[in-house]
Each structure stands twice: as C-alpha cells, then as structure tokens.
C-alpha cells in the first residue's frame, strides 16, 4: 500500500483481492491506477461534496466524475438555466453565485437541507479572469473580480466550517492555479486574486491544523477550459475600444487570441481529467497534500520560483 501510494499511476490488479478477499471494493480495484481507486474507508456513497462553478470546464468534470465515483455531487453554478441543465443530467445543483451572499446561504442551506446537516467536502472552484494591463484597469474591475475570485470564497467557506466542526471531519478543497504564485502579464486582475486565495489557505491550513478538517490547494497550470469565452464580456467591459498606450498589444496580441474560434493548444495543456485525478487524491488521502501541482507548467514555474532570482524569473516570464 505504502509503495502503491508513493507510485500512484502503477496498476496494482488484485491488490485487496489477495490481502482481504471479501472488501466490498475489490472488484472495483481491480486493474484500475491506484491513484483511481484511493477510496475512503467509508462507502462512497455515505459521502457529500458541494462544487462551485460547474457549468462546465473543471468543475462540470470533476462533478460527473465524483458521481460515478459514488459521491453524492452538489454541483452548484452561478446562472439557474446551467443549474436546470445540471439537474436534468442526474445531478444536484443548488445556484450559488459568489458575487450574491444570498445566493451562497440560500444554495448551502439547499445542499445541508438534502443531506441531513452534513457536508464532507467542499471543492471552491468557479472564478473568471480579464485580459489587460495594470494600468488599463480601473479599480471597480479589481473589486467585481475579487468578489467572484476571492470574496466569495472565503464566505462559503467560513459558512461551511461549524458544519464540518459539528460532524468531525471534512475536506476544504481550492482550485488555484500556477498563477498562484508567478505573474504574467496581462492578467493582473486574476493573478492577484490567485495569489490572495493562496495566501488565505496558507492561513486557514494552519489554523485548522489541530482540527480534524483538512484545507488543500490544488494548482493547475494551463487546462483546455472555456475561461478565455468567460473572459470575452469582461475585458469588452473594461478594456477593449478605450484609450490605452497598450491598443495596439490588444488588437495584434490579446483579441486574436481571446476571440479565436479554436486557439492553439499552450505548452503543456492538459484536459480536465488531469484537475479530477489530483481533487479525488486530495479527498480521498487520509493525508492529502498541502498543494497539488497540475501540467509540467506548474512543476516547471514551482522549481525556478525556488531556485532563480527574481530578476531572471522577469526574464523568463516576459
């Protein structure tokens, strides 16, 4: 078990077969990668999570995926029609929308009303990012974002933890992102909530640190997702058509990019399934990792923000 852990993609067919013939989930072990088949040593299906932002992209996966897997999915999205959409594919979808405190008390207490009162897990995901220079951004830009990226968050969050201190145990999930801890151009709005969020679990993991809740962050780098669609009324908003000594930059470099029908793949892109596969690692250890990287992005920026200067970081970057 322990190697089976250290080596997850290995496949260890039979493995409770041979040291415990009649584990109800066996069968299900049985030629699958073991990093598929880290199940809690409660039956899935006693197990709730809420995710935000299912709509589509990470959240929409991970939400099919933890269903099949046996959880019991709330699969909450910020518009009622994604919501409806959701529902009518077999799963709970309560509307939270992190810009409406409204919306995040009434869409727990949807999800707490379902189950009795408990909740295992929580995966904070859904955010959106804007294109621009720094300078370009008026201040209004910051805050909306950082109600949506940030604020909200942390009032879901604070709401759900006397749930998880009353039942005893539970996981606290935040989808980051490498952006968490580099910058790029560009996206100031979205980097600097990303690093905010960052800093926050940072925080909050230390706090509960004698508690029996466990708080992870997870750290994708690029992910084949809609976020630039997501970013197109956005930066429509705030930047496109005003006066800026970065227009050129925009028409020639940012709105190609943004508006294109299918844009190239970045180095590095990986599919949803790749964010899936750490989130169930991170729910189902009975030790999860503090941070979990995702795409060779994230492992590359992670390695030169420990060994490089911050000069020649600069340089890489830009």
């Not at 009434?106 to 909740?119: C, D, I, N, Q, Y």
């Not at 109600?147 to 980051?176: D, Y």
Request: net charge positive.
């Amino acid at each position: 078990l322990g190697r089976a852990a250290r080596f997850p993609g290995e496949v260890w067919p039979g493995l409770l077969e041979t040291r415990c013939p009649t584990h109800p989930r066996a069968a299900l072990l049985r030629g699958l990668p073991f990093d598929r088949a880290l199940l809690s040593r409660e039956p899935m299906s006693e197990r709730s999570i809420l995710i935000t932002g299912c709509s589509s992209g990470i959240g929409y996966h991970a939400a099919h995926a933890l269903k099949r897997l046996g959880w019991r999915v709330f699969a909450s999205c910020r518009k009622q029609a994604d919501c409806d959409r959701l529902i009518g594919e077999g799963l709970e979808s309560p509307r939270i929308d992190y810009q409406d405190t409204a919306s995040i008390a009434s869409g727990l207490a949807e999800t707490l009303e379902a189950t009795g009162g408990t909740l295992d897990a929580l995966f904070n995901n859904g955010a959106y990012g804007i294109p621009g220079a720094c300078e370009d951004f008026p201040t209004d830009a910051f805050r909306e974002l950082f109600e949506a990226n940030f604020f909200g968050w942390h009032e879901l969050t604070r709401q759900v933890l006397p749930v998880m201190r009353k039942q005893g145990h539970g996981r606290i999930v935040q989808n980051s992102s490498v952006l968490g801890f580099i910058g790029l151009k560009m996206r100031a709005p979205y980097v600097a909530s990303k690093h905010a969020l960052e800093g926050y679990t940072d925080v909050l993991r230390i706090e509960l640190r004698d508690s029996p809740i466990h708080v992870v962050l997870i750290e994708p780098g690029p992910i084949k997702t809609d976020i630039r669609i997501k970013s197109q009324p956005h930066y429509e908003r705030w930047i496109k058509g005003k006066p800026s000594v970065w227009s050129d930059f925009y028409r020639e470099e940012v709105e190609p990019r943004l508006y294109a029908g299918t844009a190239p793949a970045d180095w590095g892109e990986l599919q949803c399934d790749a964010v899936t596969k750490k989130l169930i690692h991170a729910l189902d250890s009975s030790r999860p990792q503090p941070r979990y990287y995702v795409t060779q992005p994230t492992y590359l920026a992670g390695t030169l923000k420990r060994i490089l200067p911050t000069r020649m970081i600069d340089f890489i970057l830009r």
